[in-house]
């Protein structure tokens, strides 16, 4: 399977840095990764989540702490544990409405992060786990693609299925309630799905920075968009294009991956919302 | 799809209470919506209105029924709520358009795939109910506060209701968009075979478009009736004496 889909980016790439597999490899994870992170960004941004996904980010290094301390060799499954933990967590002591998100989220996070940096460094060893925190899109494995391909899957069945739902809930609670949606239904389905995401991507994006992946391409698409397609839309195209350029800079500035395609990212930003203050004044 | 008022529809509230901790917010409210009218629910700032209307939409737990008896079936079922809230928050930057949201209302299509044609031509048909036909492409974060509330009706509309729940609606509108706005309820009320909840401070308005009123006064059901029997009342008189000297004033 791997071999043909190599043969046919060879024809389709001939270029010098495409023939190494590991660029191959982070190409196609772009490809999957990029229009996830623009899909589940909008919701993120209209729900204003983007400090819980900076949360979510962070606390992966606790994950990854108790995964060394069972012994596990891949601590994936330890950090998505830990991550869904945490999210339901939060989601219920906000529900609670005894103090308001931001506080709750850095209490959580600021904790997550404390508890997974003491045991890593532990007895001085942290440097073997800085990988996480800027991420290497460059060691990405076709079991890793495999993986990227199922998420990819269930969040576009998600945003086949429940994107209408979650759209009300997010636009207006009271709105929602009277057509008759579950809140807490949409708000944990949401949440977890975004830790699922989040998490099976840390390894390549790094824990500093995923959050920015998740949050620029939604906020540079609500720069020029009018309405939710073009939001969608636009969002996916941004991410994609960003991350494909972003790919090929990091590989001939030999520059970490994840981080030169935030500042893609950043960068049309920028230019997006330029674009809208020139539009807004000439509307006035 | 469109019938005349057949005033034998209602609604029954049976000892509906809410409490918030050991507080109670509601007590024991008994009162009838009857299809065809429009009720006004007033009272002070605190007196348990917007209580009500919580647990009317199902958003606060309540103990006690609800139910509605329609003329031609006996059995009874929850009400279909429409819900116009007082002022949808929502970020001005949204890109969100009046489409948008009655299409994630009524297609099963995900909006972010866009909307197909026929069912364009349907949301046209709701918002031309309102006379808001031409904002159907709008964002809504450009919206005046009248369009806005005319849309929202307009949703609120779909499906049509048994009871429509207006909550301050006029808030932050000007004269014109209020005198729009009420003049396409009433034009709703006489169309359409569903009853119109009212929660409003103004009583002058309360005065000229509701044909029944109920007074809630701490968490209690203290008056029920025609608004100009209603306001005579003494208990009534007490709570909103000086509310009653504005809008007298006003009327000159």
């Known amino acids: 399977m791997m071999e043909k889909i190599y043969a046919l980016m060879d024809i389709l790439l001939p270029f010098e840095w495409a023939q190494y597999t590991f660029m191959k490899n982070a190409l196609l994870g772009i490809l999957l990764v990029s229009p996830l992170f623009g899909m589940l960004g909008t919701m993120v941004v209209n729900n204003k989540m983007a400090f819980f996904s900076d949360a979510l980010g962070h606390s992966a290094l606790t994950g990854i702490a108790i995964g060394v301390l069972l012994g596990f060799k891949q601590p994936l499954w330890s950090m998505m544990a830990f991550s869904l933990l945490l999210t339901l967590g939060i989601v219920k002591v906000k529900n609670a409405k005894t103090a308001s998100m931001d506080t709750i989220i850095g209490v959580f996070s600021a904790m997550a992060v404390a508890l997974g940096i003491v045991i890593l460094s532990y007895r001085g060893g942290f440097s073997k786990y800085t990988v996480y925190l800027i991420g290497d899109l460059l060691s990405i494995t076709p079991t890793d693609l495999g993986l990227l391909t199922l998420a990819f899957i269930g969040v576009l069945l998600f945003w086949m299925l429940g994107f209408n739902q979650l759209f009300l809930v997010s636009l207006n609670p009271s709105l929602a309630k009277s057509r008759g949606l579950s809140l807490a239904v949409w708000e944990y389905l949401f949440t977890l799905l975004v830790a699922v995401i989040v998490t099976l991507s840390i390894q390549w994006v790094g824990t500093l920075i995923i959050s920015s992946l998740l949050i620029l391409p939604a906020a540079a698409s609500r720069n020029i968009a009018h309405n939710t397609k073009q939001y969608v839309g636009f969002s996916i195209g941004l991410a994609f294009v960003a991350g494909l350029s972003g790919l090929l800079l990091s590989y001939f500035i030999e520059s970490a991956s994840g981080a030169t395609i935030v500042l893609v990212l950043g960068i049309f930003f920028c230019i997006t919302y330029m674009l809208k203050i020139k539009s807004t004044q000439e509307g006035a | ?252």
Not at chain 2, 6 to 12: A, D, K, R, S
Not at chain 2, 154 to 168: C, T, V, W
Not at chain 2, 183 to 209: F, G, Q, W
Request: proline letters at 5%; one cysteine or more.
């Open chain 2, 1 to 252: 799809m469109e019938k005349p008022t057949c005033g034998h529809c209602f609604t029954q509230i049976r000892n509906m209470s809410v409490k918030k901790g050991k507080n109670s917010i509601l007590k024991n409210i008994n009162w009838d919506i009857h299809c065809g009218e429009l009720v006004a629910v007033i009272g002070v700032n605190g007196a348990g209105k917007s209580t009500l209307l919580k647990a009317l939409l199902g958003e606060v737990p309540y103990q006690g029924e609800i139910a509605f008896q329609n003329t031609n079936k006996i059995g009874m079922h929850p009400p279909i709520m429409g819900y116009v809230p007082q002022k949808l928050e929502f970020d001005l930057s949204s890109p969100v358009s009046v489409l948008d949201i009655f299409a994630a209302t009524q297609s099963k299509r995900p909006v972010w795939l866009g909307v197909s044609r026929k069912m364009r031509e349907q949301i046209k048909e709701s918002l031309r109910r309102v006379e808001a036909e031409y904002l159907m492409d709008r964002r809504i974060g450009v919206l005046s506060g009248g369009e806005l509330q005319r849309v929202l009706l307009a949703l609120a509309l779909e499906p049509m209701p048994n009871i429509l729940l207006l909550d301050e609606p006029v808030a932050g509108m000007d004269a014109n968009g209020l005198k729009l706005f009420y003049e396409t309820v009433s034009h709703i009320r006489e169309k359409y075979d569903l009853a119109i909840v009212l929660v409003s401070h103004d009583l002058e308005l309360v005065a000229h478009y509701a044909d029944q009123m109920i007074v809630i006064h701490q968490g209690q059901l203290i008056a029920k009736g025609k608004p100009k029997e209603v306001f005579k009342k003494p208990k009534v008189e007490a709570i909103f004496k000086q509310s009653f000297s504005k809008a007298g004033g006003a009327k000159g």
